[in-house]
């Protein structure tokens, strides 16, 4: 079936420290969502890939999308306490569907 | 610019009941998504509706059922309520389905005793 994974689950850092989540699709995608949750509240949308091999930055964060359109990955440059969530990915499969796999997701704690 | 609201916040059933949750997207958006999120399970793809037709089904039992108005709020309905339906319940609005960004509620928490 359809399934996106999202490792890692969990992640702990020290303020400054750098985190990275991958996401991984057995099958291409059409495109891929990365959407963050702060506790307690609902997924917000981030940034939305489309084009293989794309890179987009937001200031501290770096969005990959790979060759193949198959995995992913987010990258924060060194971490803030507003950071502390959970990041997930959702993935749009190119079978015409109109609905996002989401990934399992990464709960990210960032230590003052 | 109103956000998606969702209907009630929280909820408490017991087993064997039946619940209704409600779901208003976003002005103008024609799409609405319905998820269940659990801590160990993520958000799980329930159905998708656009215009008042299901175009996507995810795989859940038919005691999960939905509908879509004319509006294009929506509801969905959970009968025969079984202990491991207790989650969260979240909402997800687009202007078109597919390639849009979702907007989400804030969800409504369902405990089933």
């Known amino acids: 079936g359809q399934q996106v994974m999202q490792i890692p689950q969990y992640q702990h850092v020290q303020e400054g420290e750098d985190f990275t989540t991958y996401c991984n699709s057995s099958t291409t995608l059409s495109n891929i969502q990365w959407y963050k949750q702060r506790p307690g509240g609902h997924p917000v949308f981030l940034i939305q890939l489309v084009k293989s091999g794309e890179v987009k930055k937001q200031k501290r964060l770096t969005f990959q999308f790979g060759e193949a359109k198959k995995n992913s990955s987010l990258h924060i440059t060194a971490t803030q306490t507003t950071d502390v969530g959970t990041y997930f990915c959702?993935?749009?499969?190119?079978?015409?569907?109109?609905?996002?796999?989401f990934g399992t997701g990464t709960r990210l704690k960032v230590l003052a | 610019k109103a956000g998606v609201t969702q209907t009630p916040r929280y909820l408490i059933k017991t087993r064997g009941q039946q619940v209704t949750l409600s779901c208003s997207p976003i002005?103008?958006?024609?799409?609405v998504s319905w998820y269940q999120q659990t801590p160990g399970q993520g958000l799980q793809f329930l159905f998708e509706?656009?215009?008042?037709?299901?175009?996507n089904k995810g795989n859940f039992p038919g005691r999960f059922s939905g509908r879509q108005f004319s509006n294009s709020r929506s509801e969905m309905n959970v009968s025969t309520l079984e202990l491991g339906d207790s989650a969260l319940y979240l909402c997800?609005?687009?202007?078109?389905?597919?390639?849009?960004?979702?907007?989400f509620g804030s969800g409504t928490q369902l405990s089933v005793l």
């Open positions: 509706y656009f215009s008042e037709t299901q175009r």
């Open positions: 002005s103008g958006h024609r799409s």
């Open positions: 997800a609005s687009s202007l078109v389905a597919g390639s849009e960004k979702l907007f």
């Open positions: 959702a993935g749009r499969f190119t079978s015409g569907t109109y609905k996002y796999i």
